[in-house]
């Protein structure tokens, strides 16, 4: 009879402390899950968070399948760090305005100097701008070579006897279309986007890369950000960060293609 009564109280006990809001070691029971929530999830605010990268290159599967080692090593070891990332397609004319107001985390771009109070990877991703033609068409034997190319990239040095006539475009797929029905006689261009057009009449002209251009993730200077860049470069084998590179390209291009 004793053990009953002892039951009964215990078990009024128990009630009274959960109408107070206590668990039975006496303190407040959302203490005591925050307490827990605490020990068993110390991670940091900015673990989860994506870095939001600005590109006008679509770093995409399709992509990934016709890029080039490096290429593809870089995009790879990129999307592997412990915060996600998420490319998102812009014109380069905005990659200052949204860095520096903070809309965007980083941006692809060649010359560090044009963003203020910012970081940047040493690791880059190089790609090598070169002139494209038609099968069966031979580039030295025309008096004149008509070349498309994107309206924002610089006019360089071709080295043909023949004399050059450009002509400006809005995007690669005019390119491609003007050159497949004959418009054109060559178009500057990397040789991972045109893969992806899968157009087999279109060949690489035997000439050496036009424009390099050699990119490095440009990031806000904040200290997540920081870890973040100093954490790429260390998965690419690079163990310091550096604060602005010297222009190793002919061309500086800035806008990409």
Do not use: A, H, K
């Given at each position: 009879m004793k053990r009953v009564q002892n039951a009964v109280l215990q078990l009024h006990r128990k009630r009274e402390l959960k109408h107070q809001g206590k668990c039975s070691s006496g303190f407040p029971c959302q203490y005591l899950v925050v307490l827990f929530g605490l020990l068993c999830f110390p991670v940091s605010a900015h673990a989860e968070n994506p870095v939001r990268i600005a590109s006008n290159i679509g770093f995409d599967a399709n992509w990934l399948a016709h890029a080039l080692p490096d290429q593809r090593k870089f995009v790879t070891r990129l999307r592997a760090q412990k915060r996600p990332v998420i490319f998102e397609s812009l014109?380069?004319?905005?990659?200052?305005?949204?860095?520096?107001?903070?809309?965007?985390?980083c941006v692809m771009g060649s010359k560090q100097a044009d963003f203020k109070n910012s970081i940047a990877t040493q690791s880059k991703i190089r790609f090598e701008l070169r002139l494209f033609r038609r099968e069966g068409v031979d580039l030295r034997s025309l008096p004149v070579v008509n070349v498309g190319i994107l309206a924002n990239l610089p006019r360089p040095h071709v080295p043909l006897s023949s004399e050059i006539h450009w002509h400006d475009l809005r995007n690669l797929d005019q390119a491609v279309e003007l050159l497949v029905a004959g418009r054109l006689d060559a178009i500057v261009g990397d040789v991972t986007n045109i893969r992806m057009y899968g157009r087999t009449e279109i060949v690489q002209a035997d000439l050496p890369?036009?424009?390099?251009?050699?990119?490095?993730?440009?990031?806000?200077?904040?200290?997540?950000?920081?870890?973040?860049v100093g954490g790429f470069d260390s998965s690419m084998g690079v163990s310091s960060l550096r604060?602005?590179?010297?222009?190793?390209?002919?061309y500086t291009v800035m806008n990409g293609w």
């Open positions: 014109p380069y004319n905005r990659f200052q305005e949204i860095l520096e107001s903070g809309e965007i985390d890369p036009v424009i390099t251009v050699n990119l490095s993730l440009i990031c806000r200077n904040t200290e997540p950000l920081r870890e973040f604060q602005s590179q010297p222009d190793e390209s002919r």
